[in-house]
């Protein structure tokens, strides 16, 4: 008599649990967008953040709606924003996609220190602590932020402790650049085109060489050089508009420190790639 | 009205679920990461405890005990407890999205959680009335938030901390719970019920 009141209770418990559920789940469906689903299908789902949203679920969400553009998917690039766009019926656009660019060249032989510092190893923490031990307070402290915030493995640090960027593997996300505490990482068009003033001070030119062998002084000898006027001095550094400059590289030959340098020949990710490797294999062996 | 006073004081405190009694283990470590995360854990386990406290209290006392089925507690309770937990998920959803973003991750997380069971069985076995559980379950589930979010804060404070390289991660985060503990023993012996 036991057993079978065990087993009808059991039994009637579970019968009930299931119809409840069975009952509430069809009562209770959240009716969800069907082009919303078939936009988050063609989306990377890397849950990153790049277009401005939360999730992947949210910016699909807000193409459906027309709040974001089809193009808004950074990572996902051209062919994210071809499918997206195919899915929703409306005209493709072509989709600009930035890279991250590293604005500092000072590694450890070229810009000095100011004190030793044997904290956590995390730029963020380390700049916290009296500006940061690099002696010039606007350069790369290269403990690595922006390498972890990289989900998509494409920023290794160099040889010389600065962070380089694989062009191929960046998406353009900004997450490095979000994460780098002294804003050094700026995101441009993906491109060869063009030269670059590869620092980030803006302190004055004494002040600069005094702690830096490569950084900008503003000394404003790129600017006389220009012939198409695409340089001007803003806050003691220099800055090159992309559109106006012809990459003569006129600006490069009259830079004193060295401080500019021609996008294409910045050092590829495959050296420093090579050099990391290279170091790693021999505290291995060692 | 004084042992319900006890009952929410000894199970915050004294005999705190997880710092002393030792359940629910899993969370404690597993979402004290964040003390926003934590906070909503906390908030979900103590949705979750005591209405299902509730609910199995009822069971128990209506059902098993007329039937004479006590020894089918806990397959029972666990079947309550499960199907109560996804039918107020599915509600949730539906009704209130907000609380649902806020809540929805934690529930099926702390569905089959030992801790959830554990105050479910207590609560019969300490023959509690049906008023005392349910105080019995906010004050135990008070409790473990508690736990959660002091862990969460230190855990916070840990990240920026200096640790030797070998207790780093996991290891220190288990001393640290451990010392926890310790501090939360201070307690023992203060009140009984």
């Known amino acids: 008599m036991l057993m079978t009141y065990a087993i009808l209770t059991l039994g009637i418990l579970g019968l009930f649990f299931g119809l409840l559920l069975a009952v509430t789940a069809r009562v209770f469906t959240v009716q969800s967008d069907p082009q919303v689903d078939a936009v988050r299908e063609v989306l990377p789902g890397a849950n990153c953040g790049a277009c401005g949203y939360a999730g992947c679920v949210n910016f699909a969400g807000a193409v459906v709606q027309g709040k974001a553009k089809t193009n808004g998917c950074i990572p996902g690039g051209e062919e994210t924003a071809r499918a997206v766009a195919e899915v929703l019926g409306q005209k493709f656009e072509e989709a600009v996609q930035p890279v991250a660019t590293v604005f500092c060249i000072g590694d450890v032989t070229r810009a000095a220190d100011r004190y030793i510092y044997d904290g956590v190893k995390e730029c963020a923490a380390a700049n916290s602590i009296y500006g940061g031990f690099k002696a010039c307070r606007y350069g790369c402290l290269g403990l690595g932020d922006c390498v972890r915030a990289c989900i998509f493995d494409a920023i290794k640090m160099g040889k010389h402790g600065l962070p380089v960027v694989d062009s191929e593997k960046c998406t353009g996300c900004g997450l490095c650049a979000e994460a780098c505490p002294r804003d050094i990482i700026k995101m441009l068009p993906k491109g060869e085109q063009g030269h670059l003033v590869l620092c980030s001070s803006h302190d004055r030119g004494k002040a600069v060489s005094s702690v830096c062998s490569v950084g900008c002084i503003a000394c404003k000898a790129c600017i006389k050089a220009c012939p198409r006027d695409a340089i001007v001095m803003e806050d003691n550094l220099a800055v090159i508009d992309q559109e106006k400059c012809d990459d003569c590289g006129e600006c490069v030959l009259k830079c004193k420190p060295g401080t500019i340098h021609k996008r294409s020949a910045i050092p590829t990710a495959d050296e420093a790639f090579a050099a990391a490797g290279a170091a790693e294999e021999k505290k291995e062996t060692a | ?193």
């Open chain 2, 1 to 193: 009205m004084e042992k319900i006073l006890s009952i929410i004081f000894i199970y915050i405190l004294v005999e705190n679920f997880v710092l002393q009694r030792f359940f629910g283990i899993c969370p404690f470590l597993g979402v004290s990461r964040k003390t926003e995360t934590a906070m909503g854990m906390s908030m979900a386990v103590i949705f979750v405890m005591t209405l299902a406290t509730l609910v199995t209290w009822l069971l128990y006392t209506y059902i098993l005990v007329p039937f004479r089925l006590e020894y089918m507690q806990i397959v029972t309770f666990i079947l309550v407890i499960a199907g109560l937990v996804q039918f107020v998920e599915i509600v949730m959803r539906k009704i209130s999205p907000v609380l649902y973003q806020g809540l929805g991750i934690f529930l099926p997380l702390i569905t089959t959680n030992c801790a959830v069971l554990a105050v479910a069985l207590l609560a019969v076995r300490q023959e509690f009335t049906f008023i005392e559980s349910i105080f019995f379950a906010i004050a135990a589930s008070i409790g473990f938030s508690l736990a959660l979010v002091i862990m969460a804060g230190i855990r916070e404070r840990l990240e920026m901390a200096k640790v030797p390289q070998a207790l780093e991660g996991t290891a220190i985060t288990l001393i640290t719970a451990g010392i926890l503990s310790l501090a939360f023993l201070g307690f023992k012996g203060m009140l009984t019920l």
